[in-house]
Antibody
Framework: QITLRESGPTLVKPTQTLTLTCGFSVSDIGQAVDWIRQPPGKALEWLGVIHWDDDKRYNPSLKTRLTLTRDTSKNQVVLTMTEMDPVDTATYYC????????WGQGTPVVVSS | QTVVIQEPSLTVSPGGTVTLTCAFSTGAVTTGSFPQWFQQKFGQTPRALIYATNGRHPGTPARFSGSLLGGKAALTLSSVQPEDEGDYYCLLYSGSVQVFGGGTRLTVL
């Protein structure tokens, strides 16, 4: 059974940079990892994907602020989002597989001064 | 930017059948949109149900079926159970990125 776990700060200040990590239980997964977020009471929003060959795609509305990187030695993918704003308050999820088969539990992030 | 449209809410009786749809604001959904469907119950992590229009993930009950219907992606639930209540999201592939719909809240009543 593949498990994923998101980790990172639960509170960031406006204008700060958010860094979240998605750790997974297997090595050499050879699959894509997507990031998704969900503001409280709202819909899911796809943020971006990093493929096994390091190809990356980003949500056009976040492209200038978002970076995904992969650390294969640590079995993890890192999301970095700059210029955080209160509207970025959400639960952030990572999902693994070509069809989002496996999801982490999500990590809540509040943006507030 | 691409917008994906779903019914905001639907209600179905236990044992009944309901169809949820998922459309692009402009243009038809095709198999090349690789429609996916997710279920999210209150306070829980989303769960993948359907991929590539009509592929069921392991564990997805057979009463959930995906299709294309009139230029839209569709998720049909047959013999609806009370535990099927929740939010359903579709996800479409468009121009090398993915876009979620706004979700449909399904009430079983």
């Amino acid at each position: 059974q593949i498990t994923l776990r998101e980790s990172g700060p639960t509170l960031v200040k406006p204008t700060q940079t958010l860094t979240l990590t998605c750790g997974f239980s297997v090595s050499d997964i050879g699959q894509a990892v997507d990031w998704i977020r969900q503001p409280p009471g709202k819909a899911l929003e796809w943020l971006g994907v990093i493929h096994w060959d390091d190809d990356k795609r980003y949500n056009p509305s976040l492209k200038t602020r978002l970076t995904l990187t992969r650390d294969t030695s640590k079995n993890q993918v890192v999301l970095t989002m700059t210029e955080m704003d209160p509207v970025d308050t959400a639960t952030y999820y990572c999902a693994l597989g070509p069809n989002f088969q496996y999801w982490g539990q999500g990590t809540p992030v509040v943006v507030s001064s | 930017q691409t917008v994906v449209i779903q019914e905001p809410s639907l209600t179905v009786s236990p044992g009944g059948t309901v169809t949820l749809t998922c459309a692009f604001s402009t243009g038809a959904v095709t198999t090349g949109s690789f429609p996916q469907w997710f279920q999210q119950k209150f306070g829980q992590t989303p769960r993948a149900l359907i991929y590539a229009t009509n592929g069921r993930h392991p564990g997805t009950p057979a009463r959930f079926s995906g299709s294309l219907l009139g230029g839209k992606a569709a998720l049909t639930l047959s013999s609806v159970q009370p535990e099927d209540e929740g939010d359903y999201y579709c996800l479409l592939y468009s121009g090398s990125v993915q876009v979620f719909g706004g979700g449909t809240r399904l009430t079983v009543l």
